[in-house]
């Protein structure tokens, strides 16, 4: 899926009720922290608009695959097309990464989320969106959701553990089918009400949260894993050049 798809989809009916889905259950935890420098890669643009408060810069990265647009449509731009194992960034300048129809669709998952724990800060926080191999969404193409790889909360755990993530949180989001007619666009909400209650694991999309870890070294002992637990920092800011080239 390119992104002349996904902007066709997110300009639909079922892509916007899909977009207020999800930016409900983002935005809570997005807005809560300090805005920082913030990294989208995929097709994360909407989420982006809706959830981030204030950032100090902000990237919108879209993989080579998928292809590029201008984004935003007015002012500096901020989008990028880039190769996902490997973003032209320094190291530790991000504070906050959102990859939605991203992790999905690489090639190499593991590859894709060591490079982004090397641009993320040390109290950095990633947040990933992926389909639900158990819910209806990952099983029909009518939405980005049906394309590429769905994951099981066990798949995203342990490939976020062998990137040394730690996760934070889990989230769930789109329980009602991925359908455009309007009597079931126009019951959306209540079914997301009644999903979220009484059936969490049936949702159609997986939301975590994932704290960066680190390695600390005593003199005389072995590496020991430390998770940094305080709020994302604000400093690390790109170098200039470092991304505008693109």
Request: aromatic letters at 8%; glycine letters at 8%.
């Amino acid at each position: 899926m390119d992104i002349v798809d996904l902007r066709e989809f997110y300009g639909s009916r079922l892509g916007l009720a899909t977009r207020r889905s999800l930016a409900g259950r983002l935005r809570p935890r997005l807005s809560a922290l300090p805005g920082g420098t913030v990294m989208g890669l995929g097709y994360a643009m909407p989420y982006l608009a809706d959830c981030i408060v204030r950032p100090e810069a902000q990237l919108a990265f879209m993989m080579a695959r998928q292809g590029v647009f201008r984004w935003p449509e007015e002012g500096a731009v901020q989008s990028a097309l880039v190769d996902e194992c490997d973003l032209p960034l320094l190291e530790s300048v991000v504070d906050i990464a959102l990859v939605v129809h991203g992790l999905v669709l690489t090639d190499a998952p593991q590859e894709m989320l060591r490079e982004i724990w090397r641009v993320l800060a040390p109290q950095g926080r990633l947040f990933l969106v992926v389909p639900n191999r158990r819910g209806v969404w990952a099983r029909f193409d009518a939405s980005p959701f049906g394309h590429g790889q769905p994951f099981s909360r066990p798949q995203i755990s342990a490939l976020l553990k062998d990137s040394q993530f730690s996760v934070v949180s889990w989230s769930h989001a789109l329980y009602f089918p991925p359908s455009a007619r309007s009597a079931m666009l126009s019951a959306a909400p209540a079914i997301e009400g009644v999903g979220s209650r009484l059936m969490p694991a049936l949702s159609g999309v997986i939301i975590v949260e994932a704290a960066k870890q680190v390695y600390a070294v005593a003199a005389g002992k072995r590496l020991r894993r430390v998770q940094v637990r305080s709020r994302p920092a604000l400093a690390p800011v790109p170098a200039k050049g470092a991304w505008r080239h693109l």
